[in-house]
């Protein structure tokens, strides 16, 4: 079976532009989860969809956005980048909401100079 | 509201030692789960473990071994005969109905 896969791989971008980013979750599962991970805050959860719908979201700006599609795939969006928002982003799969078993894929490398 | 200390940050060992990792969470649920995974140098997250907060029984996976102790909100993860391939930053996490919240990790250096 397939793993979760993300694109791009690595990202860079300046200042003030927009991004988006890709995750493809493990067949047949329906959650997806979206983490940011830097040096200083560590793994920090962004939020989760499950059905084209959010359903839990964490304590980011309103600049950090995402959807999913009926397939289950999901995209994130970040908008008027800053320099702070360079990150490994993460993107996890799990068969439902909540705290089962997540596996994440390899993820995003962003770099905004 | 929900938090994962891991104490330690960094630990080096000489490969066949035993290793313990630290983990202590808060938590106001009643019922939640814990967490370890780990996070090679290639950067994916790999998932080694859920536990149930009803379940204390300490788990052996090969050379992997869990120890949940609910009176000191504790899930210690102990790696036995340590090999190189070890080397990794584990986390610990905790969730509940909703969002998983990681510790900061531990980075286990493994020299031959």
């Known amino acids: 079976k397939a793993g979760v896969t993300q694109t791009p791989r690595y990202l860079i971008k300046t200042r003030g532009q927009q991004v988006t980013l890709s995750c493809s979750p493990i067949?047949?599962?329906?959650?997806v989860s979206w983490y940011q991970q830097t040096p200083g805050q560590g793994l920090q959860f962004l939020f989760e969809y499950f059905s084209e719908t959010q359903r839990n979201k964490g304590n980011f700006p309103g600049r950090f956005s995402g959807r999913q599609f009926s397939n289950s795939r999901s995209e994130m969006n970040v908008s008027t980048l800053e320099l702070g928002d360079s990150a490994l982003y993460l993107c996890?799969?799990?068969?439902?909401?909540?705290?089962?078993?997540?596996?994440f894929g390899p993820g995003t490398r962003l770099t905004v100079t | 509201a929900q938090k994962v200390t891991q104490a330690q940050t960094e630990i080096s060992v000489v490969e066949k030692e035993d290793v313990t990792l630290d983990c202590v969470y808060e938590?106001?649920?009643?019922?939640?789960?814990l967490f370890w995974y780990k996070q090679p140098p290639s950067g994916e997250l790999v998932f080694l473990i859920r536990?149930?907060?009803?379940?204390?029984q300490n788990e052996i996976s090969g050379r992997y071994s869990w120890n949940f102790q609910k009176s000191t909100s504790s899930f210690n993860f102990t790696i036995t005969a340590s090999q190189v391939v070890d080397s990794a930053v584990y986390f610990c996490?905790?969730?509940?109905?909703?969002?998983?919240?990681f510790g900061k990790g531990t980075k286990l250096t493994v020299n031959p």
């Open positions: 996490a905790t969730g509940g109905s909703e969002k998983l919240v």
């Open positions: 536990r149930n907060s009803f379940d204390e």
């Open positions: 938590t106001r649920d009643t019922t939640y789960y």
């Open positions: 996890a799969s799990s068969l439902a909401v909540g705290s089962y078993e997540q596996y």
């Open positions: 067949s047949g599962h329906r959650s």
